[in-house]
């Protein structure tokens, strides 16, 4: 079984919610062989989710499992509104990311440059860091694209980059959370998937469970890359990823 939980059809913004838009990420899913897909908007689009909308693609569809999530940045505490959402029991996931340090987007291209001001293992500790409180936080389900601040192909100097990420895998594993291996890297300067393989090895080691995403932002990009992320989880062990339903882990094998 395939999965694609990680699927922006808002993106940042640019697209809306129709039965026809949402229909395209649908097709997409099914001609790349994902069985289950999951809508997770940014956070910042909560509102311009259409609930019932979603409901009626699940309802009109019966070949391929679909998910409700969103992705949320960390803060110390979530907003009303995705409490409200949560405590309405439409979200099947919540996947925590941090794509800022100190209001710094260091993901965005426009902001890209100040990686050259700064000293990267400060800005390594820094990240990793803010993924540990945010898995300590307990408030999500799923961890996602662990090692986003590789983005640009920076890496760290003075340490490898497993001392960073070990501590957190602990915090991890203590809050029983699932990691996503995330595809998109592979389509960032990096070149390299959403935790490099020396890391989903660890997180074997820790017996971690994982899932699946694409970080589709346009329907051209849904499933991309699945099938590799899938082939470096064998390769570490993994004989099992997990799915969701109403925030609810499923083990399902491979």
């Known amino acids: 079984m395939k999965l694609d939980y990680h699927i922006h059809a808002i993106a940042h913004g640019e697209y809306k919610y129709t ?15 994902i069985d289950e897909i999951g809508f997770s908007e940014h956070d910042d689009y909560l509102l311009e989710v259409d609930i019932d909308l979603i409901r009626e693609v699940q309802g009109l569809n019966s070949k391929i499992g679909i998910k409700l999530g969103l992705e949320v940045d960390y803060e110390l505490e979530l907003n009303q509104d995705i409490k409200k959402m949560v405590q309405s029991n439409y979200l099947d996931y919540l996947i925590g990311s941090v794509h800022f340090i100190d209001g710094w987007a260091f993901d965005h291209p426009d902001h890209k440059h100040k990686f050259n001001e700064f000293d990267i293992d400060i800005v390594y500790q820094s990240y990793y860091d803010l993924v540990d409180k945010a898995a300590r936080s307990k408030q ?104 969701f339903n109403k925030r609810e882990k499923i083990i399902i094998p491979f």
């Open 19 to 33: 039965l026809e838009w949402l229909t395209r990420f649908i097709n997409q899913a099914q001609r790349m062989g």
């Open 140 to 243: 999500f389900d799923i961890i996602g694209h662990l090692d986003l601040i590789k983005i640009w192909g920076h890496k760290p100097k003075q340490k490898d980059v497993l001392q960073y990420v070990e501590p957190v895998l602990s915090s991890i594993k203590e809050a029983g959370l699932v990691i996503e291996i995330n595809t998109a890297g592979l389509r960032k300067p990096v070149q390299e998937i959403y935790p490099q393989y020396e890391v989903i090895e660890l997180m074997k080691k820790m017996d971690i469970p994982i899932t699946l995403g694409s970080d589709a932002h346009h329907p051209s990009q849904v499933g991309l890359d699945i099938d590799k992320a899938v082939f470096l989880a064998k390769r570490a062990g993994y004989k099992n990823i997990v799915s």
